[in-house]
């Protein structure tokens, strides 16, 4: 019987926790409390083993995962193998820790592919919210839909001008690279 | 050899959570396939909560509390339900009244037609076949037509039973559904989450879109037929519409059959040619309407199931669950075709980035 209560209050602390992290999520962050214990209703709680893939690039994907606790490493497969192995060229792009969130771009894009893989580095614990949840919010609590779409379509602007920088660096690299070749 | 032993260790607990789900999944078929009453129940509960969700979902969207708009949409559709059923009740009662009082006549008319059907085809092909059709016709339709009269006090009291828990059911699955199903989807494996999820969610959207397209257009076509019988006077208008609407849920078989008893009544009652032709035209004004006005609509969202294939789902649906299963069939090649496809799609489909 205690433990059932202790079960019970357990469960009610998570919950708790579960708002806590969202609302600390970009995405999630203008989201009231009545929103939050909406949100803390669909999404999905997921416990994750060292090196086991959360997901792989090329796979479809449907949701946005936030790191509650552990470390999730991302990381591109190069297609066209190293000379001198058979092995793909595996990239690491960049290591995630709590707080910190990926694979947004397949809750907007339709039939969206993962763009790169991500494994857990340490056990780790996810939520995951998808693209079906985005759409019952949008039906069910259209302000709390556009709040959600709002900071959704600012972050992946942001990741956008993030990688028009990196193009910018590149081209200037290359340049360089020409300018010393003809030199 | 920490990596191996570390995978190994995942593929158990993978099975072991498979195993889980599939399990409960089973446990919950074995429910509603062994329990009495439970499978005509559940469905009609996924029924009104495909048919009620949106309604919610609506009154929630104007800030009413799920519960209530849950309760709220409960008590207002029962209440038009039963203010329907009240006013069309008393008129299907007298119909069946009289139908069973001249049933005796339609039998026997039933049996000169095949009398005639008979004499005309041994004219044509000589009497090489000794086939006495009248004779087993009447020996199959009059204990047929006895067991419907003598069944309908039992059939009403189970759906008295399913008609109670259905509403039971459909409210918490309007309430709770999310729940459980977050609650059955936790059993599934990483590896497999987001095909199933992916997977649940295409079900679930396609079989309200089946349930809400099939209901309009059976409800039309009822009501269609309803003031075409009545406009030409036709008898028993009100049951031949009820029956014309529920056969309407089958495809294509449907509305053949749901014709059928009204042409075979007029062709008993000696109707001319253009009687046959007004009761002709009001089954096939119903079907048309329904073709150039619901189906366009509905029919792009409903899974593309080929005309051969609903057939044999039909079928099939009809040998195992009987009229049930005719009314389910469909749906449930719809799942499968889904299941199959998005299974396939996701062993098989890997793309480079």
Redesign the interface.
Known sequence: MIAMWDNLFRNKDAAAEVREILKGTYIFQDLNQKELKLLE??V?V?I????????R???????VYVLKAGGVEISIEN?EPNANSEEPQITVVTQLRAGDFFGELSLVEDNS???ASAIATEESVLI?F?K?DLFEII????SMGSKVLLRLSEALGRRLRVTTGKVRELNKEIKNLKVTDGQ | MANSLRNKRLFLVNLVKIMAFVGCLLGLLLVVLKVENMLLSSLLAFVISYLLGPIVNSMERWGVNRVVAALLSFAVVGLILTLGIVAVLPLVIEQVGSLKQELPKYVDGLTRIMTDLQTNAEALVGSYFDIDIAKQVESAVAPWTQALFEDLPAFVTKSITTLLLAPFLAFFMIKDGKILTRNLLNLVPNSIFEPTLNLYHQINEQMGHFVRARLLEALIVGIVTWIGLFIIEFPFATILALFAALTNLIPYIGPIIGAIPALAIAIINGESNFGLFLVGSVYLTAQLIDAAFILPVVVAKIVDLHPITVVVSIMAGAQVLGVVGMLISIPVASILKVTVSTVYRHLTDYREV
């Open positions: 209703g669909m999905h997921r994750y083993k060292v090196g086991e893939p959360i997901f690039q090329g796979e479809i994907g449907v949701g297609p592919r993962r763009g995951g998808f079906p039906e069910r609590n259209p």
